[in-house]
């Protein structure tokens, strides 16, 4: 009877699914507490974190993160405090209440795609957040105080993920024709071309507002004042076609002609430009204020960085680092006591599983 169960539970185990020709397509590689953590959840963990933009997930990487989150899941198994909130409606409602409309939109494609992966990350920050507030030994080692010392070490090691995005000022006078009759198609490039003509004596938008009532303006037409490159794209306001002209450093307009883009100068291009969502194509006139491109930043502007709340950014990088730490090394002390009771069955992974369960050291 007890070889049996023996038997019984490695089918189980390994034998999970079959392919059409018999193949293995997935199986158990460990049990973490009561859960079972697969190849297919490792495959599908991966897919997920590149999916979310992280150029440098592996297969390595993703299984040492899933044993981490699996040992948190071990430990709030035992902790009848912790009460997980997982219903699809309160997932939707915790995206959809996320007012910046592209990360809400990426949240929700990840969702849709990798529903059981975007809630295990759910499950994550919930257990976290309940255990920072149960276990009394995460809390009294939670208040620490970054040093001047640690600062530089980090900003020293870190140089290259602390670049100061590329910032953009410039005016545009985006316009289609009213009709193409030659009187009317005669008359908008004049209007154009004088208006590219004033630009470069003056920066006074309001002017050719005042001026031109007929032209038929676009309402992203006008003076975008200094703002990072990604809030220009973030906010929708211009049409990418229009953002792509404002960064070039020149325009081919025939074989023969050129505009090189310059700032300070104001420039008009004698051909329409289509724009994606929108039915008639534009001319636009334009005039560089400003463009800075990316530069890395300074210990100085990297300290002097806050969050909404006011507080320093690379302290919160450090805090939050090392509540990781302490978290990470709770779960592997949790396995080590076997208070947390792990069972390899594929072999393969116990080199990872060594340097995840010795990474406390």
């Known amino acids: 009877m007890k070889k049996a169960l023996i038997v019984a539970l490695l089918l189980s185990a390994f034998l999970i699914s079959y392919s059409a020709d018999g193949i293995s397509v997935n199986w158990v590689i460990m049990t973490i507490g009561n859960s079972s953590l697969t190849y297919y959840d490792v495959e599908r963990f991966y897919e997920f974190e590149k999916s979310s933009g992280d150029p440098k997930t592996t297969m390595?990487?993703?299984f040492d993160e899933l044993?981490?989150?699996?040992?948190?899941?071990?430990?709030?198994?035992?902790n009848p405090n912790i009460k997980l909130q997982t219903d699809p409606q309160l997932v939707l409602g915790a995206i959809t209440n996320i007012t910046n409309s592209e990360s809400q939109q990426l949240r929700l494609k990840l969702y849709?795609?990798?529903?059981?992966?975007?809630?295990?990350?759910?499950?994550?920050?919930?257990?976290?957040?309940?255990?920072?507030?149960?276990?009394?030994?995460?809390?009294?080692?939670?208040?620490?105080e970054i040093t001047e010392e640690q600062r530089k070490q980090y900003f020293e090691k870190n140089k290259d993920k602390f670049i100061a995005p590329a910032k953009l000022d410039f005016i545009v006078f985006a316009a289609h024709p009213v009709?193409?009759?030659?009187?009317?198609?005669t008359k908008f490039e004049n209007n154009m071309k004088a208006i590219a003509a004033y630009l470069s004596k003056s920066d006074n938008a309001q002017y050719i507002f005042d001026k031109y009532k007929s032209m038929n303006f676009t309402p992203y037409s006008g003076h975008s004042g200094l703002k990072y490159a990604y809030e220009l794209v973030k906010d929708a306001k211009y049409?990418?076609?229009?953002?792509?002209?404002a960064?070039?450093?020149?325009?081919q307009i025939t074989a023969t002609e050129t505009i090189k883009i310059k700032e300070g100068k104001a420039f008009y291009i004698p051909q329409p430009i289509k724009l994606k969502n929108t039915k008639?194509?534009?001319y636009?006139?334009?005039?560089?204020?400003?463009?800075?491109?990316?530069?890395?930043?300074?210990?100085?502007?990297?300290?002097?960085?806050?969050?909404?709340?006011?507080?320093?950014?690379?302290?919160?990088?450090l805090k939050t680092d090392y509540r990781m730490k302490m978290l990470r090394n709770y779960v592997i002390k949790k396995i080590k006591t076997g208070q947390i009771l792990v069972t390899l069955f594929d072999q393969n992974y116990l080199k990872q599983y060594n340097t995840f369960i010795n990474s406390d050291k």
């Open 284 to 317: 636009i006139v334009m005039k560089i204020l400003k463009r800075e491109k990316d530069k890395p930043m300074t210990y100085d502007e990297v300290k002097a960085m806050k969050d909404p709340n006011g507080q320093s950014q690379i302290d919160l990088i």
């Open 239 to 245: 049409p990418m076609e229009i953002l792509g002209v």
């Open 280 to 282: 008639y194509p534009v």
């Open 112 to 144: 849709n795609e990798y529903p059981d992966q975007f809630i295990l990350l759910m499950e994550k920050e919930q257990i976290i957040d309940n255990l920072f507030f149960y276990e009394e030994n995460l809390k009294t080692n939670l208040n620490i």
């Open 60 to 62: 390595d990487s993703v």
């Open 247 to 251: 960064f070039e450093e020149k325009i």
């Open 179 to 185: 009709d193409d009759t030659l009187a009317q198609l």
């Open 67 to 78: 044993l981490f989150l699996y040992g948190l899941k071990g430990i709030a198994e035992k």
